[in-house]
């Protein structure tokens, strides 16, 4: 302590540094914007780079929009990642979490197929955004082969857990479409893939600007 935390934002513009433009272009005091990879957005002004900050859409009310980057971005950079093409399955790991839920609205837009592993009381929230739900706990992987008898194709790990990882190992041969975002240790031990970035990066910044953060 002290710790700054909240790593995404979305508020308006109470300041901006001289020559300075966010990341979409323009950004004048009073603008609508929203950033993320930024640390401390538990506030009520937060002062970051221009280069985290973008306009935010008109449509995007401010709670929303101070949740959508974060998870949204690390979501489709694990399907990036994972080649993952339309009609595909795949696995997911806690898909009812804030990451997992923005892959399954991601994949159900490219007619994806997602399994996706989670407790008991969150099937009904996977399966509202577009998953198939297994859950957690001994028996996984016949519970993913019964879900999809045909094998899936690809896994995403947003969990960690050994189980987890070590399921996806039994289900998926190719392991270069198998990603994780919280297991770099198992990534490097068993040959996947691991994404970092997840991680707000140093604010050290001569251009920044001040948004007045809307809860």
Partial sequence: MPLPIGYEVSGEILAVGPDTEIASGGGVIGDAVLAFRVKGGYATALTV??????????????????NLLLAGCTAADMLRAAAVEPGEPILLHAASGAVGVAVLQLARLRGITVIGTSSPASAVRVREFGGIPV??????????HAAAPDGVRAALD??????????????????SRIVTVVAPGRAADDGFVALGGTQPESLASRDSVRPELIP
């Avoid at 221009?50 to 101070?66: G, L, R």
């Avoid at 859950?135 to 993913?144: I, N, S």
């Fill in 49 to 66: 780079p221009a280069e985290k900050v973008f306009a935010k859409p008109p449509t995007v009310d401010h709670p929303s929009a101070a």
């Fill in 135 to 144: 859950d957690y706990g001994p028996g996984l992987a016949d519970r993913v």
């Fill in 158 to 175: 947003a969990a960690g857990t050994d189980e987890a990882v070590d399921t996806t190992l039994e289900l998926v041969a190719d392991r």
